[in-house]
């Protein structure tokens, strides 16, 4: 199995920095689609941003990018979300997730990732 346990949310103010982390325990060197996804009160979760850990090809939601930065570190098995000119919009709870196999491409959606961490809370106010 995979677990996943998420870290380094907080509050900050509109215009701060935050980085995420994501500690996976898994070693394995199968290929896996690795996630961030975020959900407000009263919203859908909805996906952030993703990479495969075949290519390191990241992929994000228009709303985040050139603000957000999606990588892993391969040898510690942690993924990391740095999220930059924070705004009120990207309040909410954050998740990582995983999916085994090769279509990363394809894994936009919440429902195709099999694993999940607890989440991590994000506020970020005006």
């Known amino acids: 199995q995979v677990q996943l346990v998420e870290s380094g949310g907080g509050s900050v103010q509109a215009g701060g920095s935050l980085r995420l982390s994501c500690a996976i325990s898994?070693?394995?060197?199968?290929?896996?689609?690795l996630g961030w996804f975020r959900q407000a009160p009263g919203k859908e979760r909805e996906g952030v941003a993703r990479i495969d850990t075949s290519s390191d090809n990241p992929r994000y939601a228009d709303s985040v990018k050139g603000r957000f930065t999606i990588s892993r570190d391969g040898a510690k098995n942690t993924l990391y979300l740095q999220m930059t000119s924070l705004k009120p919009e990207d309040t909410g709870t954050y998740y990582c997730?995983?999916?085994?196999?090769?279509?990363?491409?394809?894994?936009?959606?919440?429902?195709?990732?099999?694993?999940w961490g607890q989440g991590t809370q994000v506020t970020v106010s005006s």
């Open positions: 898994v070693n394995t060197n199968s290929p896996f689609c």
């Open positions: 997730a995983a999916r085994s196999g090769p279509l990363c491409a394809f894994s936009s959606r919440p429902s195709v990732y099999s694993y």
